[in-house]
C-alpha cells in the first residue's frame, strides 16, 4: 500500500501502511517518525516521497531505476557487507528494500540486487570560473578571484566579509544554464525567488542542497524542507524580478566550481540574489525583501 499522491492523507492510510488495527489512533509524533525528520509537513507524505530523498541516504522501492527519479544519478552498486553507516537505519521493514543500502542488513541479504543512493561527488553549491561577484566597492570580480577577506555586496546592500573560497570539483552534479543570459551554475544553488508575493529560496535540485546541509557543509534554514522548487517562479536581479528558463547543460566532471562564502548573507553573481552559504542562525531570510534600488554599500554591524 502506497500513501497517496495527492488529496486528503488519512490517518487510516497510515494505519493500513503499518498493518495497525482498524481503529487505532495513531499520534502524530509516531507518523513524523516515519520519515527519519520530526520537520515534515504532511503534504511531504503524498506517495511515500518521504522515502525518496537522496538526501537522507534513502531512496525506496526501486526510485533508482528510472531517470526521473530523486536518486537515479547517483546511485552505485552496493557491496556485500559493506562497511556502510547505519545511523539513518530505519527499523520499518517496508523501507528496507530495493534501492537502500543504509544498512548491512540490506547489503547482507540482496547485496546484488542492491543499489546505494549515495549522494553525488562534488559538493558546495557553486558557480564556474568567470561568473562575475558584485562586489562591496561597487567594482565585479571574477568569482575564482575573490579572496577571503575581502568584501562582497550583500543583496540587503551591507558589506558582507568573505569567509573563505570554496573551490570543488563539479563532480557528479549538473549544471543549468538560463536560457536567456547564459548564466550557469551547480544544479543545488539556491536563488531568491518570487511567487505570488512570496519570497523564498529555491533550488532546481533541493535534495542534494539538503544532502549537503545534513553533512555539515553548509547550516541550512530552520526548515530545509520549505524550500522552493519548480517552474513558475521569478528570479530577484539587479534588474528587478526576471523570468528565466533553467536548460540543462553537459560540462566534464572535473569543472572546477567556486563560491565565496559568507555568514549566510545572500550575495549577488552575475546580477542574481543567490545564496553565499545559507545559514538561517545568522541572516534572517524571513525578513529579507529584495529591493534592487536600494543595493549600496553600507557597513555591517557585526
Known sequence: MTLPASGTIAISDFNTLLGNA?????????????????????????????????????????????????????CVNCSPLATVNCANCDTKAYIQANCNCACTYNCAQVANQL????????????????AMV??????????????????????????????????????????????????EWSDEHLYWVNKDGREWWWSINPDQWRWEVASGLVAGLKDNYSLLFGDGYEFAHLDGW?????????????TPVYLPVTKGVPMIVNGYVVTGGTDHELYDYDTFKWVPNKVSFRERAE
Open 242 to 254: 526576471v523570468n528565466r528558463t533553467p536548460v540543462r547543460v553537459d560540462r566534464p566532471s572535473d
Open 22 to 74: 482498524a481503529g487505532t489512533t495513531l499520534a502524530i509524533s509516531t507518523i513524523q517518525s516515519l520519515g527519519k525528520s520530526g520537520s515534515y509537513s504532511l503534504n511531504a507524505y503524498y506517495g511515500m516521497n518521504y522515502f525518496q530523498s537522496n538526501a537522507l541516504g534513502n531512496c525506496n522501492n526501486g526510485n533508482c531505476a528510472t531517470a526521473t527519479s530523486n536518486c537515479y544519478t547517483n
Open 115 to 130: 543499489t546505494d543512493c549515495a549522494p553525488s561527488t562534488g559538493t558546495g553549491t557553486c558557480f564556474p570560473a568567470g
Open 134 to 183: 558584485l562586489m562591496a566597492d561597487g567594482s565585479l570580480k571574477a568569482i575564482e578571484t575573490v579572496q577571503k577577506g575581502e568584501f562582497v555586496m550583500g543583496a540587503d546592500g551591507l558589506a558582507a566579509e568573505v569567509q573563505y573560497l570554496h573551490e570543488a570539483a563539479l563532480g557528479s552534479r549538473k549544471m543549468y544554464i538560463f536560457a536567456e543570459d547564459n548564466h
